[in-house]
């Protein structure tokens, strides 16, 4: 089980700090990704660690803002994300794939087996 939190209300040009919380299952061997749903909009790929925390990966619009880091101790994954922008608001999803050591994540949705319930992030003034 992936559980999401520190989604909410934040202004233009803020800051959020989500974590992903894994329970069940140790982190150690598993890729997570971060997908986020804007209304209206497809589901969207930002950003993904692998399993040894060697290989990232960000998605155009949020490279130099967002920061993906790991928490192997503490069984968890985080997404830093600065200088928010209103077109960041979306649900944000984190999931979950298990991969051999030093592989690169991929940010394909079909690979990832567990995902969470979400957290919503709303950017407005």
């Known amino acids: 089980q992936l559980v999401e939190s520190g989604g909410g209300l934040v202004q233009p040009g803020g800051s959020l700090r989500l974590s992903c919380a894994a329970s069940g299952f140790t982190v150690d061997y598993y890729a997570i990704g971060w997908f986020r749903q804007a209304p209206g909009k497809e589901r969207e790929g930002v950003s993904c660690?692998?399993?040894?925390?060697?290989?990232?990966y960000y998605t155009n619009s949020v490279k130099g803002r967002f920061t993906v880091s790991r928490d192997n101790i503490k069984n968890r994954v985080h997404l830093q994300m600065n200088s928010l922008k209103p077109e960041d608001t979306a649900v944000y999803y984190c999931a979950a794939y298990r991969q051999p050591l030093f592989a690169a994540c991929v940010m394909a949705p079909g690979r990832y087996g567990y995902w969470g319930q979400g957290t919503l992030v709303t950017v407005s003034s």
């Open positions: 660690i692998s399993s040894s925390g060697g290989s990232t």
